[in-house]
């Protein structure tokens, strides 16, 4: 116990020693700075962007001056120059250093998958560049140690098994990254965000766990996660039960079948490895490896503006930052903002041969932001992220599909056989464009919204397929994109209202019933921070778990059925009344924006005068009671 102990101190303090200073990832510089996304071992088109910029020279050496060259994270895996990108970055940092410039880097998940042994993305190409690193005796020895664990069948389909799962480079690879190699040693000198100036860098996000930490206490924690699992893995393989082979997938029923294998031998004993193996097994909870962690998280590239933007805003105000610029999930070929600006994704596929996009970099200098794209001598600026809610349910916008809704032949009609109103099924088609919709033509109070008098203990009854038009209308004045479109059509001599379909879906009463898990990048109760304030806005008092509706694909939020909604009354509904609201600046912004003359213009046709200035004193109730994003 005392030599697993020894090691576990030595590596802790090895990595104490190659630490950062807290102020390395707290940087203000009047400066120019060049900030890239994930090159995943594209160092061809990587080195061609970076020429481009004058940052390095045509023999790949430092020409950037007093540029500060920053790395999202994800320079390896999948490419096939991944050990080039590390050297050169590592070549380029003392470069940078010696005439006043700097190069940063925040760790991605794939930098962190490779140090700890997951090697599920690594190329043919990128093993064979540590093949001449190992030499035959070293490759023997990981096929005896192989062969130690895996002693079933004959020798020569053993050895192709081992060929081919572990190819050479392999060893050598696992080594180059690990505590001691020469890249996990720079490696582990990095930190996962950095501020530069008024920006905050990361590679994924930054999930509601952390929104609230500073970078001092995320860059500690996850340092220290990580080091704590390179140093405990590092104690069992020296203690004989975590041989090179066995890799992150794998190690948990590995090591189970060892201490099993040790308590059948040696009854009511305790190995001297149980310690750290006990540790190997509690990482499982540590936000480095969880979909949390700021190397992983998806939700501010992927999830909802108006709900990430609270998680965003909260971060960023905490560390007296403007803007969070990240990668990881890529944008195939176009730098994106999102959320007013608020985020920046620069993950443009530099990789093109697996993610059909380009290399590009975000330059900074002189106050001003651009996106430099490889070969292309203009400057841009990044693309507003695509958010229409028609487009990726019909692939038309939503004038468009509105259009087709009203004037295309119909073609067939089902009962849908759920609600009290019985809607139908309506498919339309015209030319090669097929579409689906809900029909539905129940209005228990007709030509309400021209009555010269709103009388509530009536009208607040209704029933209305309007109002499902209404919802509509509402939702794209506030650009939620989360109800689809709707219109007035006739349908088989019926007046009503047409929603567009959502295709792939399943609402929440079957997938309780179904004990589907709740899967997706985008928490189910961050989404539900949108369903509160819409809901409350617009006095909906039917919601219930069939028509709260998830696509089966993402698990995203979509909202349907809004006929018993827009009600005079100017305070919550009742299933909403003790819930806490949430509301980043950039959704209050939007609720801000919403008028009298506005929406009489866009929802006069649906709602009467009273309903209209219910919704602004329900607004103005929520802009009251919700919790913002100060600190």
């Known amino acids: ?135 035959p005796a070293e490759r023997e020895a990981l096929y005896a140690q192989y062969r130690r664990f895996n002693p079933a069948g ?20 696992r080594k180059a990254y690990s505590p001691g190699g020469r890249l996990g040693d720079w490696l582990l000198r990095q930190p996962f965000a950095i501020k530069v100036n008024d920006k905050v860098y990361l590679h994924g996000g930054i999930s509601a766990q952390l929104s609230g930490e ?42 189970n079948a060892r201490a099993e294998e040790f308590a059948a031998a040696h009854p009511g004993e305790g190995a001297q490895w149980f310690e750290p193996l006990t540790r190997v097994f509690e990482a499982q909870q540590a936000v480095l490896f969880s979909q949390d962690s700021p190397n992983w998280y998806r939700g501010t590239a992927l999830c909802h503006p108006y709900a990430e933007s609270f998680n965003t805003e909260r971060f960023l105000k905490r560390l007296g930052a403007r803007q969070l610029v990240v990668g990881h999930p890529p944008t195939r070929g176009m730098a994106r903002q999102r959320m007013d600006g608020l985020v920046i994704r620069l993950d443009t596929g530099m990789l093109s041969s697996v993610y059909h996009g380009r290399a590009a970099a975000l330059v900074v200098e002189g106050g001003r932001d651009r996106i430099h794209y490889l070969g292309d001598p203009e400057p841009s ?10 487009r990726q349910l019909s692939d038309m916008s939503d004038a468009q599909l509105e259009e087709f809704m009203r004037s295309a032949p119909v073609v067939d009609i089902q009962d849908i056989g759920t609600g009290v109103t019985r809607p139908k099924r309506v498919t339309q088609a015209r030319g090669e464009v097929r579409n689906d919709a809900v029909f539905k033509y129940t209005d228990t109070h007709a030509g309400l ?7 509530p203990r ?121 819930v806490d609201l949430e509301l980043s600046d950039l959704l209050r912004r939007r609720l801000e924006s919403l008028d009298e003359a506005g929406l009489q213009r866009e929802l006069g046709a649906y709602l009467h005068p009273r309903q209209i200035k219910a919704i602004l004193a329900r607004r103005d109730l929520i802009l009251e009671e919700a919790q913002g994003t100060d600190p």
């Not at 919204?449 to 009388?455: C, E, L, M």
């Open 449 to 455: 919204q021209d009555s010269a008098r709103y009388v």
């Open 381 to 390: 600026v990044p693309l507003a992220q695509e958010r229409s809610l028609a």
């Open 214 to 255: 500073s970078l001092d206490s995320i860059n500690a924690k996850l340092r220290g996660e990580l080091r704590d699992f390179l140093a405990n893995m590092a104690a069992l393989r020296d203690a004989g039960v975590m041989p090179w082979h066995v890799g992150y997938q794998d190690r948990l029923s590995f090591l």
């Open 458 to 578: 009536r009208a607040d009854d209704a029933d209305r397929y309007v109002y499902d038009v209404a919802a509509y209308k509402l939702d794209r004045m506030l650009d939620w994109q989360m109800v689809p479109t709707a219109v007035l059509a006739s349908v088989d001599g019926d007046d009503g209202a047409l929603s567009d379909w959502v295709e792939g879906a399943i609402n929440e009463r079957d997938r309780l019933q179904q004990e589907i898990p709740f899967g997706g990048y985008c928490k189910q109760w961050e989404q539900y921070r949108l369903r509160f304030i819409f809901d409350i806005l617009i006095y909906n008092e039917d919601r219930n778990l069939t028509n709260i509706l998830w696509t089966k694909d993402d698990f995203m939020l979509r909202f349907i059925d809004h006929s018993l909604a827009f009600r005079s009354r100017e305070k919550r509904p009742g299933q909403y009344r003790k």
């Open 154 to 173: 004959e020798e020569a389909a053993a050895r192709s098994a081992f060929e081919a799962r572990y190819p050479p480079g392999f060893l050598a690879l």
């Open 1 to 135: 116990m005392r030599r697993i102990a020894l090691l576990l101190a030595v590596g802790l303090a090895f990595c104490s020693a190659v630490a950062r200073a807290a102020g390395d990832w707290e940087v203000a510089t009047p400066e120019r700075v060049v900030a890239f996304g994930d090159v995943h071992g594209a160092f061809e088109d990587w080195t061609g962007l970076l020429r481009e910029l004058g940052v390095i020279d045509a023999d790949n050496n430092w020409s950037g001056g007093r540029t500060h060259l920053v790395s999202l994270g994800d320079l390896i895996d999948r490419g096939p120059g991944s050990r080039q990108v590390v050297e050169l970055m590592m070549q380029l940092e003392e470069q940078a250093a010696a005439v006043g410039g700097a190069v940063h880097m925040v760790l991605g998940n794939h930098e962190v998958m490779v140090m700890t042994g997951d090697l599920r993305y690594v190329s043919a190409q990128e093993f064979q560049a540590f093949a001449a690193d190992e030499s």
